[in-house]
Structures are given as structure tokens and as C-alpha cells.
């Protein structure tokens, strides 16, 4: 079985999976309406799921909300059936909808996470008089015992900014041009890493976020403030913390070469040189993620360890033009040069990048960017070795 067929018959387990469990919740919307679980000697539906059927608490939760909004909102069975609505994403909705706003409020919260869903509801129903304070606890002993967990390095604080959502820039800031032409998210949206920091919606613009930090990050923050007490007096942690993001977004996108007023470029001293123009006009007009196209339409999007590479190679003659070269993530960047050198003469490098690998996922995160530098066109160690040994 080719991975085409593999794809296929997944998609359709998916499908009958979609069907049974939105079959399932009609069904439960019947059987609560009609209370049958008193007659079983249940006080509640949720104690039946728990108890009759076997469910974790969380599932039977999820469950008799569905099948409560369902006797309200048929109308959610259709989306549920068809996979556009799922569970946890029903709980939030349940919250806001109502028989005024059915038509409009139901499509927002097609396809979304739990916590996309949460910032529809923080718009739709805002917290009132959000909190503006600053917590500072103690962590336990035992829990201090354990070890810390090593500081990202800046280039991996410089990507969970990117994704951050809450992320803001000044206007016509060079750090403004790392989101250029990004479209709003969609299927093709970049995934959620899982060291990505968790904020909880407040309103349509608050957000909190929870975040465990070290005695050395509370001094250091104390001396920013001192340091800004100039420039930023009585500032809070947020606008330090703010003003400290907006100079790493601004160093990474001098990095990149997207400054307002370019420098001229001296003539390139390397023959793989990419030239900065080049390197600002993909990035504007990929939006600064992967362009790798998937088979099922739309494109990768990633925007994690981007990386420029040629379409047509610089081995085989392709030139450094914009026409000629696109973003691609580290691993889409790499299949390429497999699927153009061949995975025996890829292996050849397999040393190099196993002794990377065993630094760490984390520091090999952190120099994702690095490669754009040392590479020249942003490809991968091994893909620029490729290209020079074929060259």
C-alpha cells in the first residue's frame, strides 16, 4: 500500500469516525430529553456516562454538553458529522451562542483548536474588569529540586515570538516586516509547538500568560526596569518585556535583511553568496513560512528553522534570483536535496547531522536561524556541502 492509498483509507476511517460519534450525540440528545438516565437510577447524564458507560470525567463532560446544545442547535449536528465542529471546541461554543446569533457565530468555530476557540469567546463575551496584576509565587522544594530546565538562547525565544500570538511590534518597525503578507490562519497555519508559551484569552486584545521563571530572569527583569526608568518611567513587566522582544525581532530581522533602508551591499566575496535583496523580497512574498506544496493543496506554512532554498539547485546551475528561491523549513528543505541528490549521496553527511542531533532538540532548534548566515542560501549543513561538492 503507496502512501496515496495509506492517505485514503485513513480519511475515510476518519470520515465514519465523524459519522459515529455525531450518530452517538443524537442519540444522547434523545436519551436526555427523555431523562432515561433517571429511570436507569442516574441523578444526572454526566453520572451515567461516567459511571454507566465508563468515561473519564473530561469525556463525559464533553459529551453532555454536546448533547445538551443539540436538543437547542440541531443545526451542529451537520458540522459535527462532518468534522468541522469537535468536541471541545462545542464546550466553548456553548457559552456564546444563542438563538440571535446561531448563523453567525456557529462558522467561527469551524476548525479551530480549543484555544483558538477560547479567543472567539473571549471576543464574543470579554472577562469583565480583566485583572492587571502581576503574581509572584514560591515554587515548592520538590519541585525546585528537580532540574531546571536549560533558558532557550535567543534565536529560540526569537521563534516562540513569532508565533506567539500575542507578539505585538510598533508600526512600520523592521521587526513588523517578519510578519509581512502572513495570511490568516487557516489549515495551512503553522502547528502549535509544544514549548510554545500558553496564553488564556481575556477580551478581544488581553491576554494572560502563566510562566514559571528563575530567580536569575526576576533580577533581570528588575534591572530593565531600573535601566528604562529614563526612557520607560513606572513601566510594567509587560512593556520591559515588549521593549525587550521588539530589539531580538529587530536583530533578526537585520539577520534576515529586513531593514527599512537597506544598506549597499558590497560586491559578495563568496561564490554561493545570497544577496540580501533577493533574501527580502521571498520573504515579503512568501510570508515568511514554508512554501512547500502539499499534495492535498495549500502549502506547508511552518514558519520554525525557514531557510532559503533554489528551486532549480545552485549545483546544477540554478541562479540566486527571486524567481528562483523560496522558504522552506529545515526538514522540507532537506527532502528536497534527497529527492534531487538521492538518499545515498544525502548520507554521506549523516555524521554531521547525528552529532547535531545529539546536542538536543533545543539547541538544534536555536540555531535554525544560524544556517542562514553560515549557508549563505539558508539550506541545511548537508545541502550546502551538496551543493558544493557538485559545483
Given at each position: 500500500?503507496?502512501a496515496?492509498d495509506s492517505?485514503?483509507?485513513?480519511?475515510?476511517?476518519?470520515?465514519?469516525?465523524h459519522h459515529?460519534m455525531?450518530e452517538?450525540?443524537?442519540a444522547?440528545?434523545?436519551?436526555d430529553e427523555?431523562?432515561?438516565w433517571?429511570?436507569?437510577?442516574?441523578?444526572s447524564?454526566?453520572?451515567?456516562l461516567?459511571?454507566?458507560?465508563?468515561?473519564?470525567?473530561?469525556?463525559?463532560f464533553?459529551?453532555?454538553?454536546?448533547?445538551?446544545?443539540?436538543q437547542?442547535?440541531?443545526?451542529?449536528v451537520?458540522?459535527?458529522?462532518?468534522?468541522?465542529?469537535?468536541?471541545?471546541?462545542?464546550?466553548?461554543l456553548?457559552?456564546?451562542l444563542t438563538?440571535e446569533?446561531?448563523?453567525?457565530?456557529?462558522?467561527?468555530f469551524?476548525?479551530?483548536?480549543k484555544?483558538?476557540?477560547r479567543?472567539?469567546?473571549?471576543?464574543?463575551?470579554?472577562?469583565?474588569?480583566?485583572p492587571?496584576r502581576?503574581?509572584?509565587?514560591?515554587v515548592?522544594a520538590?519541585a525546585?529540586?528537580?532540574?531546571p530546565?536549560?533558558?532557550?538562547?535567543?534565536?529560540?525565544?526569537?521563534e516562540?515570538?513569532a508565533?506567539a500570538?500575542?507578539?505585538v511590534?510598533?508600526?512600520?518597525?523592521?521587526?513588523?516586516?517578519?510578519?509581512?503578507?502572513?495570511?490568516?490562519?487557516?489549515?495551512?497555519?503553522?502547528?502549535f509547538r509544544a514549548?510554545?508559551p500558553?496564553?488564556?484569552?481575556?477580551t478581544a486584545?488581553?491576554?494572560?500568560?502563566h510562566?514559571?521563571?528563575t530567580k536569575?530572569?526576576?533580577?533581570?527583569?528588575?534591572?530593565?526596569?531600573?535601566?528604562?526608568?529614563h526612557?520607560h518611567?513606572?513601566a510594567?513587566?509587560?512593556e520591559v518585556?515588549?521593549?525587550?522582544l521588539?530589539?531580538?525581532?529587530?536583530?533578526?530581522?537585520?539577520?534576515?535583511?529586513?531593514?527599512?533602508?537597506?544598506r549597499r551591499?558590497?560586491?559578495?566575496?563568496k561564490?554561493d553568496?545570497l544577496p540580501?535583496?533577493?533574501?527580502?523580497?521571498v520573504?515579503?512574498?512568501?510570508g515568511g513560512?514554508?512554501?512547500?506544496a502539499?499534495?492535498?493543496?495549500?502549502?506547508?506554512?511552518?514558519r520554525h528553522?525557514?531557510?532559503?532554498?533554489?528551486?532549480?539547485p545552485k549545483?546544477?546551475?540554478?541562479p540566486?534570483?527571486i524567481?528562483?528561491?523560496?522558504?522552506?523549513c529545515g526538514?522540507?528543505?532537506l527532502?528536497?536535496?534527497?529527492?534531487?541528490?538521492?538518499?545515498?549521496?544525502m548520507e554521506?553527511?549523516?555524521p554531521?547531522?547525528?552529532a547535531t542531533?545529539a546536542?538536543?532538540r533545543?539547541?538544534?532548534?536555536?540555531?535554525g536561524?544560524r544556517?542562514?548566515?553560515?549557508d549563505g542560501d539558508?539550506?541545511?549543513?548537508?545541502?550546502s556541502?551538496?551543493?558544493?561538492?557538485?559545483?
Amino acid at each position: 500500500m503507496n502512501a496515496r492509498d495509506s492517505s485514503a483509507r485513513l480519511s475515510d476511517l476518519l470520515r465514519r469516525e465523524h459519522h459515529a460519534m455525531a450518530e452517538f450525540l443524537v442519540a444522547l440528545a434523545h436519551f436526555d430529553e427523555k431523562q432515561v438516565w433517571l429511570e436507569l437510577g442516574y441523578p444526572s447524564l454526566f453520572t451515567y456516562l461516567h459511571r454507566e458507560l465508563g468515561l473519564s470525567k473530561s469525556a463525559a463532560f464533553y459529551r453532555k454538553t454536546a448533547a445538551e446544545l443539540i436538543q437547542r442547535f440541531p443545526e451542529i449536528v451537520g458540522p459535527l458529522e462532518h468534522g468541522r465542529l469537535c468536541l471541545s471546541t462545542v464546550g466553548e461554543l456553548a457559552q456564546v451562542l444563542t438563538p440571535e446569533n446561531r448563523n453567525e457565530v456557529i462558522p467561527r468555530f469551524f476548525h479551530l483548536s480549543k484555544q483558538e476557540a477560547r479567543a472567539v469567546v473571549a471576543e464574543l463575551k470579554p472577562v469583565e474588569r480583566p485583572p492587571q496584576r502581576e503574581i509572584v509565587t514560591t515554587v515548592r522544594a520538590a519541585a525546585a529540586a528537580a532540574t531546571p530546565a536549560r533558558a532557550p538562547e535567543p534565536a529560540a525565544a526569537l521563534e516562540l515570538c513569532a508565533l506567539a500570538p500575542a507578539c505585538v511590534v510598533a508600526p512600520g518597525s523592521p521587526a513588523e516586516l517578519l510578519d509581512a503578507n502572513v495570511p490568516a490562519r487557516n489549515v495551512n497555519a503553522p502547528i502549535f509547538r509544544a514549548d510554545q508559551p500558553t496564553f488564556e484569552p481575556l477580551t478581544a486584545e488581553l491576554r494572560r500568560m502563566h510562566v514559571t521563571v528563575t530567580k536569575r530572569f526576576e533580577a533581570k527583569v528588575t534591572a530593565a526596569k531600573d535601566a528604562l526608568s529614563h526612557t520607560h518611567p513606572g513601566a510594567s513587566t509587560e512593556e520591559v518585556l515588549e521593549a525587550a522582544l521588539d530589539l531580538l525581532l529587530d536583530r533578526a530581522a537585520k539577520r534576515k535583511g529586513l531593514v527599512q533602508k537597506p544598506r549597499r551591499e558590497k560586491r559578495p566575496s563568496k561564490r554561493d553568496h545570497l544577496p540580501a535583496e533577493v533574501k527580502r523580497a521571498v520573504w515579503v512574498r512568501d510570508g515568511g513560512c514554508c512554501q512547500w506544496a502539499l499534495e492535498a493543496g495549500g502549502i506547508c506554512g511552518s514558519r520554525h528553522r525557514l531557510q532559503y532554498d533554489h528551486i532549480h539547485p545552485k549545483a546544477l546551475g540554478g541562479p540566486s534570483t527571486i524567481e528562483n528561491v523560496r522558504l522552506l523549513c529545515g526538514r522540507h528543505n532537506l527532502l528536497s536535496a534527497r529527492r534531487i541528490f538521492g538518499d545515498a549521496w544525502m548520507e554521506r553527511f549523516a555524521p554531521a547531522r547525528k552529532a547535531t542531533a545529539a546536542e538536543g532538540r533545543r539547541r538544534e532548534d536555536a540555531d535554525g536561524d544560524r544556517h542562514d548566515a553560515r549557508d549563505g542560501d539558508g539550506s541545511t549543513g548537508a545541502h550546502s556541502e551538496v551543493l558544493a561538492a557538485s559545483s
